[in-house]
Nanobody, 126 residues
Framework: QVQLVESGGGLVQAGDSLRLSCTAS????????MGWFRQTPGKDHEFVAA????????YYADSAKGRFTISRDNANYTVYLQMNSLKPEDTAVYYC???????????????????WGQGTQVTVSS
């Protein structure tokens, strides 16, 4: 069982930045590709960004390219999502998710992720 705990959400103004963190419980979080998704009321989870288990490869939704950066600190089992130039349409609950160890590919598909965090609210005011 892997527990994922997100933090870093909040209320900001358009143009501001936030950094989300997602920490996995102990070594069970190691060697897993990680992703960030977001969800707004009444809609399905939307892919935002993903990073493979080594951190060498990163993937972004078009809406995130150029503004968001995903990174990971494997020594501390933590994944980050740096969000810059935030827009009101970025308002959502952001979730981190983990794949099975060493699995790669299908990063955009939420059903490929085995574990999910509880989510952290990001609200961007105009």
């Amino acid at each position: 069982q892997v527990q994922l705990v997100e933090s870093g959400g909040g209320l900001v103004q358009a143009g501001d930045s936030l950094r989300l963190s997602c920490t996995a419980s102990g070594r069970t979080g190691a060697n897993r590709a990680m992703g960030w998704f977001r969800q707004t009321p009444g809609k399905d989870h939307e892919f935002v960004a993903a990073i493979n288990w080594s951190g060498e490869n990163k993937y972004y939704a078009d809406s995130a390219k150029g503004r968001f950066t995903i990174s990971r600190d494997n020594a501390n089992y933590t994944v980050y999502l740096q969000m810059n130039s935030l827009k009101p349409e970025d308002t959502a609950v952001y979730y981190c998710a983990a794949m099975t160890p060493y699995y790669h590919g299908d990063y955009f598909i939420k059903t490929k992720y085995t574990y999910w965090g509880q989510g952290t609210q990001v609200t961007v005011s105009s």
